[in-house]
């Protein structure tokens, strides 16, 4: 008997996405998926909610952090079958993300047997590096 879990295909996640009340504040979009490269891109588009000042297009770091905890968080879940545990986030702001969209692109770099850890770059329209993220997740659906 097979007990690894399917993987999530694009469809799964934007799924999950869109059911979890926390996330789908966020209205993220995906964009691609890699199995082979254990690589998420995911958009997060501009909404008065998300924005540090009204009308100034901002993007809050707040919101900039979930999206990062999210996209790495369902980097590895996309190959385990389901989102999985945070154990540490840790976000360097390079400039400030203005705009009508975020992209994250997420790229697992280490998986182990409890531990994954992934790298998040968040970039602006004009493809500008405006965060980076590295989470450690645990290895564990749930």
Known sequence: ????????SLKDIQAKFNGSPA?????????????????????MPMSPSLERVAGTKQFHGGP????IDTVGDYAIGMLLGGGVPTIN??????????????TAVATVR?????????DIDVLNEQEQLVAIGRGTYATLVG
Do not use: Q
């Open 64 to 67: 900039i952090a979930s999206f």
């Open 89 to 102: 986030i840790r976000i360097d702001y390079l400039k400030p993300a203005v705009g009508d969209s975020l």
């Open 23 to 43: 996330i789908s504040v966020m209205g993220l979009e995906v964009l691609s998926m890699d199995y082979d490269t254990s690589t998420l891109s995911v958009k």
């Open 110 to 118: 280490r998986t182990g047997r409890t531990v994954t850890v992934v």
């Open 1 to 8: 008997m097979n007990d690894k879990p399917a993987r999530l």
